[in-house]
């Protein structure tokens, strides 16, 4: 812009051009947003190969999660199943709201997790459904009974299956989005999901090779007739 002047130098008015960037603007903000997602699914893996606890290797997930979601709130939980065929959660990286007993969750559980086997709220209906539950009003929707991450706390939330081809084998809850969240959000993190899907199969398949190793180990050392030690032991 310019200013135009009269003869004795006074302003007569001003004389420019604008330009709109905002589609510029969005497209690098996608593009930005891609490449954060890319390096999140990139250290994810890494942290498997690594062998990482799994607190840790699902704390670096989550603080990417909460990072390109924006979210202010969230957990990781792997679908498990009892004796009885029973399915919960556990979960094993997590950042709730410091208030009330949700304070003695995160100093108790902050290296072991903890489990969920109580349903009957929107972060259960997920495993329920199988489906993604969004609700931008927690507080007067009738499935938020009993809200895991403490109702009074939460101003709007999604939970989102996270599954290996048709197997249901985890979920994220993410909370506190300014704006809210909608279908775009569960869209831009597919490819996060499916590769944290199938980390957490290829996680699940190791213990349980692991486990079968140390039984074939245990019966190679016992008689199988008296059922005790035997010579190689």
């Given amino acids: 812009g310019r200013v135009h002047r009269s003869n004795d130098g006074k302003p007569l008015r001003v004389v420019g051009t604008v330009h709109d960037i905002t589609e510029l603007t969005e497209v690098e903000e996608k593009l930005r947003s891609k490449s954060v997602l890319l390096d999140a699914i990139q250290q994810l893996q890494s942290s498997f190969i690594g062998n990482s606890e799994p607190h840790v290797m699902y704390r670096g ?77 927690p507080l007067n929707d009738p499935r938020s009974l009993g809200f895991p991450l403490g109702k009074e706390s939460v101003s709007s939330f999604i939970g989102i299956p996270i599954y290996f081809r048709e197997r249901l084998v985890g979920q994220i809850g993410l909370a506190n989005r300014e704006g809210g969240y909608d279908a775009q959000v569960v869209e831009f993190l597919k490819p996060l999901l499916t590769a944290c899907g199938q980390i957490i199969v290829a996680r699940q398949n190791e213990l349980a090779r692991r486990a079968a190793e140390k039984t074939l180990a245990e019966l190679a050392k016992v008689d199988g007739l008296l059922g005790i030690p035997n010579r190689r032991s």
């Fill in 61 to 137: 997930f989550l603080d990417d999660l909460l990072r390109l979601t924006q979210s202010k709130y969230g957990l990781i939980a792997e679908t498990e199943a009892t004796s009885g065929g029973e399915k919960y959660l556990r979960v094993h990286a997590f950042l709730l709201p410091m208030d009330g007993p949700l304070q003695k969750i995160n100093d108790e559980a902050k290296d072991k997790g903890f489990e969920i086997h109580d349903f009957d709220n929107l972060f259960g209906a997920v495993l329920a459904s199988g489906s993604v539950m969004l609700s931008n009003d």
